[in-house]
T-cell receptor, first 115, second 116 residues
Framework: AQSVTQLDSHVSVSEGTPVLLRCNYSSSYSPSLFWYVQHPNKGLQLLLKYTSAATLVKGINGFEAEFKKSETSFHLTKPSAHMSDAAEYFCVVRGNSGGYQKVTFGTGTKLQVIP | KAGVTQTPRYLIKTRGQQVTLSCSPISGHRSVSWYQQTPGQGLQFLFEYFSETQRNKGNFPGRFSGRQFSNSRSEMNVSTLELGDSALYLC???????????????FGPGTRLLVL
């Protein structure tokens, strides 16, 4: 079975402070993990991905995520939030299941950045 | 390279009608997947096409169907529309070489469908 849990539906931070968006997953196989961002009325944009290479993954716009197999986590972080980071963020797991790719999205975390 | 394009961007239909949505993948990408996004259910996988064949299907009724053409462009059709079909429909393409490959998906801007 494969699942993704985004632990917070809403996160609010002040501009210039760190961002932490939490994601836990379960998968029967070695999965690939992704973080996507969706701005209002827009499609999804890839922030970063983990595909069994380095466990610390750097993405666009200063975001990074660390794959921790022992904790089955893939939390997204950014040292300093910017107003333009306000959006909804989705953690995604992709894994092989019976020869097919199974894609599971988390329920999303809405990030609010307070000036 | 141009990104994934979807047409139309916005659509209003009434219950009982049918609708066709179109997706043009990134040039060279052979895999196209469709997703439905609603406030209540979040993002849900509809189906995936690779080389004109449906390779994977989510848990949606038969009213939802799709196809892929030889140029990798894909269409999604919903027949007998219901109010609950109102959603943002997202298309994603990837460059994977076979059905089991794990390649990054690139999403289009979506088609927002409103069923009245």
């Amino acid at each position: 079975a494969q699942s993704v849990t985004q632990l917070d539906s809403h996160v609010s931070v002040s501009e210039g402070t760190p961002v932490l968006l939490r994601c836990n997953y379960s998968s029967s196989y070695s999965p690939s993990l992704f973080w996507y961002v969706q701005h209002p009325n827009k499609g999804l944009q890839l922030l970063l991905k983990y595909t069994s290479a380095a466990t610390l993954v750097k993405g666009i716009n200063g975001f990074e995520a660390e794959f921790k197999k022992s904790e089955t986590s893939f939390h997204l972080t950014k040292p300093s939030a910017h107003m333009s980071d306000a959006a909804e963020y989705f953690c995604v797991v992709r894994g092989n299941s019976g020869g097919y790719q199974k894609v599971t999205f988390g329920t999303g975390t809405k990030l609010q950045v307070i000036p | 390279k141009a990104g994934v394009t979807q047409t139309p961007r916005y659509l209003i239909k009434t219950r009982g009608q049918q609708v066709t949505l179109s997706c043009s993948p990134i040039s060279g990408h052979r895999s196209v997947s469709w997703y439905q996004q609603t406030p209540g259910q979040g993002l849900q996988f509809l189906f995936e096409y690779f080389s004109e064949t449906q390779r994977n299907k989510g848990n949606f009724p038969g009213r939802f169907s799709g196809r892929q053409f030889s140029n990798s462009r894909s269409e999604m059709n919903v027949s007998t529309l219901e109010l609950g079909d109102s959603a943002l429909y997202l298309c994603a393409s990837s460059s994977k070489k076979d059905t089991s490959a794990q390649e990054t998906q690139y999403f289009g801007p979506g088609t927002r469908l409103l069923v009245l």
